[in-house]
Nanobody, 125 residues
Framework: QVQLVESGGGLVQVGGSLRLSCAAS????????MAWFRQAPGKEREFVAT????????IYVDSVKGRFTISRDNAKNTVYLQMISLKPEDTAVYYC??????????????????WGQGTQVTVSS
């Protein structure tokens, strides 16, 4: 497991951009898959994007494809989520998560064993 701390959330207008960061502690970061999930008020936590340990493969939920980009810098033990063209429905608490390096990348909360505390993203119309 790793310790995860998110940052970069805030209030932005529709169409705006934000970049979330997730700093990880521990020496195993580069061997773990990373992901972003989000949870809106009254809704279940949902998958947003994931990136493999080497950064060679990424997967996105359909609703953010073309607008969000997940990336990682293993030298800095950090994963990022660049968000553009933000919409009110993107409003949620965004969580960083880490999983063992499964051969098949997974997108459910149960597959991730380390979580950050979350950062709030609010998109105003």
């Amino acid at each position: 497991q790793v310790q995860l701390v998110e940052s970069g959330g805030g209030l932005v207008q529709v169409g705006g951009s934000l970049r979330l960061s997730c700093a990880a502690s521990g020496r195993t970061f580069s061997s773990r898959h990373m992901a972003w999930f989000r949870q809106a008020p009254g809704k279940e936590r949902e998958f947003v994007a994931t990136i493999t340990s080497t950064g060679s493969n990424t997967i996105y939920v359909d609703s953010v494809k073309g607008r969000f980009t997940i990336s990682r810098d293993n030298a800095k033990n950090t994963v990022y989520l660049q968000m553009i063209s933000l919409k009110p429905e993107d409003t949620a608490v965004y969580y960083c998560a880490s999983s063992p390096p499964y051969k098949v990348v997974r997108t459910t909360t149960l597959d991730y064993d380390s979580w950050g505390q979350g950062t709030q993203v609010t998109v105003s119309s």
